[in-house]
């Protein structure tokens, strides 16, 4: 099976941990899981235009841009103003739009808020953070 080609979205300061459990699942020959991550590596730059940059490109090389939805994805982000956006995540799923990708949403909790960017942009969802519900909803999103 091809791997998908998938760029994660996620709010780095409080939920990277999950990011890297995708990871692992992706390494794990055990789990039926394929994706290539097309996030970008932590940008080392305060500049949000470097930071844009970087994003954009990354985005641009998936077809699928994978959404986890934590406790604070939808506050505003201190450089909101200059990001264009609420913050990082709705950036990152508005440029994904652009582009064409599929997106996928995954709460953490079914109570968190979602980005406003992802609200209403046919998203396929996985409620929980697990291995079966992700798959299911990036099956989803393909078809």
Same mark, same amino acid.
């Given at each position: 099976m091809a791997k998908?080609?998938? +760029?994660v979205s996620f709010d780095y300061e409080n939920d990277k941990h999950y990011k890297f459990l995708l990871e692992a699942w992706d390494a794990n020959p055990k789990f %039926? +899981?394929?994706f290539s991550d097309l996030s970008s590596a932590e940008i080392k730059s305060n500049s949000v235009a470097v930071v844009k940059q970087a994003l954009s490109a990354k985005? @641009?090389?998936a077809t699928y841009t994978l959404v986890i939805v934590g406790k604070e994805a939808n506050k505003?982000?201190? %450089?909101y103003a200059e990001i264009g956006y609420k913050n *990082?995540? @709705?950036y990152e799923v508005a440029k994904s739009k652009d582009h064409k990708n599929r997106l996928v949403g995954v709460k953490i909790d079914r109570t968190y808020d979602s980005p406003e960017e992802l609200l209403g942009a046919g998203?396929? *969802?996985? +409620?929980? +953070?697990t291995q079966e519900a992700i798959i299911k909803a990036l099956e989803d999103a393909a078809s």
């Open positions: 998908k080609k998938v +760029f %039926d +899981f394929f985005i @641009n090389q505003r982000h201190p %450089d *990082w995540l @709705n998203a396929s *969802w996985a +409620f929980s +953070f």
